[in-house]
Structure formats: structure tokens, C-alpha cells
């Protein structure tokens, strides 16, 4: 008896995607899902020994690591385009990389606002305008951008990291149609709380009875980071075909 064919509309296999953030939380487990899906992976974030610990984790040996601060927005076009110049051109992109700082509008400093706009917002568009440069990419394309149900729902005391998610959900709307000649897909994912360092740097800045607050905020709990690398799995896989321009919220039935 012959084995029943398998089936696997989110099979990844033989496409070259950049995972950022991948140094840790959300970006790691999603480089993780990708690559069972069969995906060649390059992994960024800042810190390499982070990095290196990512690469050792991943199933195939054809991945690899380009240590790079997204912060830099001028230089990530450049960065982009040498990467598909010595790795080959993409067919994805899991934008996971940001940051995250709890401040009431009350400590509204503009380094501060440059600091979460720049690595959240900025780096969205710039690694944008990399990927739709000639070379960069090949089809199947399509790109994930990691927001927030934060830029969704109100944030009090996290104001300035809520527009900056907020800019990615209309960043991605934009970018969608902007594209759409190159047949690079645009899409995101709006987690909620998902269990990270980022979250118990949140975690530590809030009393016991605030944090709980918080999570009964989520009827189906705190997610996993995995949660959110399925979802990002999807939207880059041929299951994805169809959808861009959207925000998928990732968020336990938070935003319900
Ligand atoms: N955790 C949550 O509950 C949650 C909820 C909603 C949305 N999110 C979003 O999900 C994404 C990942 O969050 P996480 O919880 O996984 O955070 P995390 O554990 O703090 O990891 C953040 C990642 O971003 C990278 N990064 C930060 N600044 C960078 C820069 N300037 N250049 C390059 N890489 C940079 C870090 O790499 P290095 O340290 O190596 O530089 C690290 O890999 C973020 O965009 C966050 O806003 C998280």
C-alpha cells in the first residue's frame, strides 16, 4: 500500500526569508516555525551571540545570521540589497524586530519618541523600501510586519510604542496597494500579550494587581510566541495567497 500523499499548503520549501528580531521572544519562534516549514532562513537582530544561539536551534544548514541595527533607517535599503546579492533574493519577510517601553504621555521626551518610532515605524518602511528594489526579491513575495493590538485597542501609559504599532497597521494598508506591481503581498499580525523578556520588562514596571489586570484583558490567557509564528507562517505561505493589505489579530480573543 502506497502512503497517502501529504498535503501542506504552508510548505516553505526552497524560499529564502529574513527573520528580524530573531535574536529573541517572537522573532526566534517564528525563525523556528519557518524553518520546519522548510524555509532558508537569515536571521537578524543586533546581538550575535543571541543570533548564534537562534541558528543552532534551526533544523537545515543553509541558514545564517546578518547582525544589523534596524534603527539605522538609511543604511537597511543598502543592507537589503547585499544580502540578496550574496544569499539571493527573498521570498519573505517576518519583520519581528521592535521595541517596547511603558511611559505615560506625562514623560513624553523626544528621544524617547525617535527611539520607538524609529525601530518600530521606521524600520517597517525602510526594510520595505529594500525589498521592493530590482534583485531583492523573486516570487512567491510577501511581507509580515509584527504590530500590536496595542495600536488597535487603547494603551494607557504606552502611548508612544501604540502610534508607532498603529503606523504599521497603516503602513502595511499602503504598502499593499503601493506594491502590488512588484506581486510583493503586505500584511501584519496584531499580538497581544505574548510571553517574552519584552513582556517581563513590562511585567516589572506595573504592580501584581496591574499585570493581572492586563492579562484578564485576554480571554483564552497569555500567548505563546509560537502562537505568533504560525500566524506569520500563514500569511507568508501560499495560504496567504490571497490576503493583503490586512492585520490578522493574534490576541487570545482580546480584541472580541
Ligand atoms: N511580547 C508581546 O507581548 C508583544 C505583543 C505585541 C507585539 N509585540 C511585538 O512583537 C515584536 C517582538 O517582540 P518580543 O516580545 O519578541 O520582543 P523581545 O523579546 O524584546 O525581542 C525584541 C527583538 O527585536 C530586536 N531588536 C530590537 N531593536 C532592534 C534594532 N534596532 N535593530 C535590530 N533588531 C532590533 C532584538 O534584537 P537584539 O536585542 O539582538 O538587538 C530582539 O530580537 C516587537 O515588535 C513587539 O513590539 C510583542
Known sequence: MTAPPTYNPMDLTGRHILVTGASAGIGRATALVLARLGARLTLNGRDQDRLDRTLAQLPGTEHATAAFDLAELDAVPA???GLAQSRGPFNGLAHCGGTQALRPVRSFRAGFFDDVQRTNLGSTLALARGF???GCTQKPAAMVFVSSTAGIKSAPGNIVYATSKAGVIAATKGLAIELLATGIR???VAPAIVETELIQRVRNALTPEQY???????PLGIGDPVDVGHAVAYLLADTGRWITGTTLC???GATA
Do not use: A, R, S
Request: aromatic residues 6%; contains cysteine.
Open 212 to 218: 493581572e489586570g492586563l492579562v484578564k484583558t485576554q
Open 250 to 252: 493574534v490576541d487570545g
Open 79 to 81: 543592507w537589503v540589497k
Open 186 to 188: 503586505v500584511n501584519c
Open 132 to 134: 521592493q528594489q530590482n
